[in-house]
Nanobody, 121 residues
């Protein structure tokens, strides 16, 4: 089972970046997908989420109007388009998969390895 995120990188303030996360080894279409991030010295926080069918999305207040989450189930991939990036968006971004079904009375959850996004001039 794998969640492989694309490489992040250094972006200037006001710039844009698209992250992708490819899943394998599990039924991608049966999982809700999310992006989390963790800045230095801070707790991991939810950035955006998308339902298994793509019909519902949710965003952290800090991401609304700037970030967009989408998915292509045919490619087992979820995306995070980040626009108008700010220095405070600097963090390690993690892809998360959570099953829509329970196994042994619990939802299954998987994490990517994380990718660093640095917003700086």
């Amino acid at each position: 089972l794998q969640l492989v995120e694309s490489v992040g990188g250094l972006v200037q303030p006001g710039g844009a970046l698209r992250l992708s996360c490819a899943g394998s080894g599990f039924p991608f279409r049966a999982y809700d997908m999310s992006w989390y991030r963790q800045a230095p010295g801070k707790e991991r926080e939810l950035v955006a989420g998308i339902s298994s069918t793509g019909g519902r999305t949710n965003y952290a207040d800090s991401a609304k109007g700037r970030f967009s989450i989408s998915r292509e189930n045919a490619k087992n991939t979820v995306y995070l388009q980040m626009n108008y990036l700010k220095p405070e968006d600097t963090a390690v971004y993690y892809c998360n998969a959570r099953s829509t079904y329970r196994l042994d009375a619990r939802y299954l959850e998987h994490w990517g390895q994380g990718t660093l996004v640095t917003v700086s001039s």
